[in-house]
C-alpha cells in the first residue's frame, strides 16, 4: 500500500505563518507591525525544534513563506530565477535557524544569525537581491531612522531581535505560551536584549541623525522630475525607443522657463548608438535651454563593438554640452545582463529577453552640475543598495537622484519596494531623494523619509518641488555595513559559546589522615 502522507505540524504551520506575517509588513501592503508579530510566531516554533533537521526545515518554511511573496515581481523578469532565487534565499534563513544556539541564548544568537543570513542575500549571489527585506518593511514605521546609525543590517536586526525578545526567554510572553501548550520560562537574556534594542531606537538616533549641522549649508534647489508615461510590463525589445523619447519631450514642454534649476528624466529614455552629436541630444539640449536649466538624462549607449551596452545618467547644459556623466555599476541580473547564459540557453531558458550584457562602469555615484553641485546618482537597481548611495556621498553629492524604470514589471510590487528603499537611503544619508520613472513610480521623498507627490503608475506627468542641498553626514554614512555585519558575527560567536555545555571536571574524594593506611614498618604516633 502506498504511504499516506502525514499533515503539516502545528509547528511547520506556524513557521509557515510566521513567514507570512513578515511579508505582508512588506510593501505594497506596508502592515509593517506584523514583522515583529511574524518573527514572534515563528519563534514559538523554532524553539521547540529538538533537532538539527527540525531546526532547517523551519528555517526553511519561515523563509520562504516571506520571500516567495515578497519577491513575487521577479517572476517578470525570470520566472525559473524567481523559483531558484526565493528557494536559496529562504535557505539561508534555514542555515540560520541550524547554527543559531539552543537555551536561553538563543534570543541573542538567533536574531544575529538571521541578521547575517539576510547580510548575504543582500551581496550574493550576482551581486545580491536586497529587495523584499525586513528593513523596507520598516521604511513607514517609526523605527526606520535606526538606519542612521547602522544602515539596513542594525535595523533588520532589531526588528529580529524584538521578535524574538517577545517570544523567547523573557518574562512577557512565557504565560501566554504556556497556555498553548508551549513550555517557556522567563530569562534574563531577553529582558537585556529588548533594552539593548530600545536604546538603539531611542536613544543612538539622537546622535547619529545628522542633524546638528550648520543649517547655513542648506542651499534650495527647485527640481523637476519627468514621467513620460506609458504601459507597464512591456521589455525594451518589445517598445519603441522613439516613443519613449517623444513622450518624455511632451511632458517637459509642460514646465515654464526659468522655474526650476534642474531637470531630471529617468533611467534610459534615451536609446542610441553614441549619445554625443546625436539628434536626441539636440532635443534635450533645445528643452534645457528654453527652461535655462541643466537636464540629468537616462541614456543607453552600445559599446564599440555593438555586443554589449552602457546604461548611463548624463548631465546636459543649456548649451547643449555633456559636463558630467556616471555609468551604472550595480547592473540588473537576468536583467541586464544574462548569469551563465550558455547554460540557461542550453535548458532552454527565454535568454533572447536580454539580448545584450551591460557593462558594468567604475566610476564614483555622482553626477556635477555646471555650478559645481554635486548630486549622490543611483541609477534604478541601485537604489537597493546602500553601499552605492553612500559612494555618491561620499563624493560630495548634496542630493540624491534616482532615475529608474519599472516599466518592465506588470503589478507595483517591485515599484513599491523601490520608494521604500529610497525612503531609507533618505533618512541614512539625511538627503533628499528625486526619485524619477517613465511609468511610476516618480516621488520626492524628504530626509525625514516623507514622501511627496508620488506619481500614478502610467501617467504622464511633471512633478516639481524646491528641496534643500545638505552637507552634514550620518553615522551610517561614515561606517557603513561591515562594522555592523562584523558585531552581528561577534554576537552569534558569544551566544554560541555560552550555550555550548562546559565540562565537568572530576571532583576527587578528601582524604583525613586516619583514612590513609601506615606503610609497613612507620612508626604509628597514635600508638
Known amino acids: 500500500m502506498p504511504r499516506r502522507l502525514r499533515p503539516p505540524s502545528r509547528h511547520a504551520l506556524l513557521s509557515v505563518l510566521g513567514g507570512l506575517l513578515v511579508a505582508a509588513a512588506l510593501p505594497p501592503w506596508g502592515l509593517w507591525p506584523l514583522a515583529f508579530l511574524g518573527v514572534a510566531v515563528y519563534e514559538t516554533a523554532a524553539q521547540q525544534a529538538a533537532t538539527g533537521r527540525q531546526r532547517l526545515a523551519r528555517g526553511w518554511l519561515f523563509g520562504a513563506a516571506w520571500l516567495f511573496p515578497g519577491m513575487a515581481w521577479m517572476w517578470f523578469l525570470t520566472a525559473p530565477g524567481y523559483l531558484v532565487a526565493a528557494s536559496m534565499f529562504a535557505g539561508f534563513h534555514a542555515v540560520a535557524a541550524w547554527v543559531a544556539p539552543r537555551g536561553p541564548w538563543r534570543v541573542i544568537g538567533r536574531p544575529a544569525a538571521h541578521t547575517l543570513a539576510e547580510a548575504l542575500r543582500f551581496c550574493f549571489p550576482f551581486g545580491g537581491v536586497p529587495l523584499a527585506s525586513v528593513a523596507i518593511g520598516q521604511a ?292 533628499w531623494v528625486v526619485q524619477a520613472s517613465p511609468t511610476g513610480f516618480s516621488a520626492f521623498i524628504s530626509p525625514e523619509g516623507e514622501v511627496y507627490q508620488r506619481t500614478s503608475v502610467s501617467e504622464q506627468e511633471v512633478i516639481t518641488r524646491t528641496i534643500e542641498l545638505r552637507g552634514v553626514r550620518t553615522w551610517y554614512s561614515h561606517t557603513g555595513d561591515t562594522p555592523w555585519v562584523l558585531q552581528m558575527a561577534l554576537l552569534l560567536a558569544l551566544s554560541t559559546w555560552r550555550s555550548r555545555p562546559f565540562p565537568r571536571f572530576p571532583r576527587f574524594p578528601r582524604y583525613s589522615a586516619k583514612d590513609v593506611e601506615p606503610l609497613p614498618g612507620a612508626v604509628n604516633p597514635d600508638a
Open 140 to 431: 513607514a514605521g517609526p523605527f526606520a531612522e535606526i538606519v542612521r546609525v547602522g544602515g539596513v543590517i542594525l535595523l533588520t536586526w532589531f526588528v529580529f531581535q524584538v521578535g524574538f525578545a517577545l517570544a523567547g526567554p523573557s518574562p512577557v510572553v512565557p504565560a501566554l505560551a504556556r497556555k498553548r501548550g508551549i513550555t517557556a520560562k522567563g530569562e534574563w537574556h531577553g529582558v537585556l536584549a529588548f533594552l539593548a534594542a530600545m536604546i538603539v531606537w531611542l536613544v543612538l538616533p539622537t546622535f547619529a541623525d545628522g542633524m546638528h549641522g550648520d543649517k547655513v549649508q542648506w542651499v534650495p534647489i527647485r527640481v523637476a522630475a519627468v514621467q513620460g508615461g506609458g504601459p507597464q510590463g512591456t521589455h525594451a525589445i518589445d517598445t519603441s525607443a522613439e516613443d519613449v523619447l517623444q513622450r518624455h519631450l511632451a511632458a517637459t514642454a509642460a514646465i515654464e522657463p526659468g522655474s526650476v534649476d534642474l531637470v531630471v528624466w529617468p533611467e534610459n529614455v534615451i536609446d542610441v548608438v553614441t549619445f554625443e552629436g546625436s539628434r536626441e541630444l539636440g532635443l534635450v539640449a533645445a528643452q534645457a535651454q528654453r527652461i535655462g536649466a541643466p537636464f540629468a538624462v537616462g541614456i543607453t549607449e552600445d559599446t564599440a563593438d555593438g555586443d554589449r551596452f552602457v546604461n548611463a545618467q548624463v548631465v546636459v547644459t543649456p548649451e547643449g554640452e555633456v559636463v558630467s556623466r556616471y555609468e551604472k555599476v550595480q547592473r540588473v541580473p537576468f536583467g541586464e545582463y544574462m548569469p551563465m547564459r550558455d547554460l540557461l540557453h542550453a535548458l532552454g531558458a527565454p535568454t533572447d529577453l536580454v539580448p545584450r550584457d551591460a557593462v558594468a562602469g567604475t566610476g564614483p555615484a555622482v553626477l556635477e552640475l555646471p555650478d559645481g553641485t554635486r548630486l549622490a546618482t543611483v541609477i534604478s537597481w541601485e537604489v537597493f543598495f546602500g553601499d552605492r548611495v553612500d559612494d555618491g556621498i561620499e563624493a560630495g553629492g548634496s542630493v540624491i537622484i534616482n532615475p529608474t524604470n519599472g516599466s518592465s514589471y506588470t503589478w507595483t510590487v517591485l515599484q513599491s519596494q523601490q520608494v521604500a528603499s529610497s525612503r531609507l537611503r533618505a533618512i541614512e544619508q539625511n538627503r
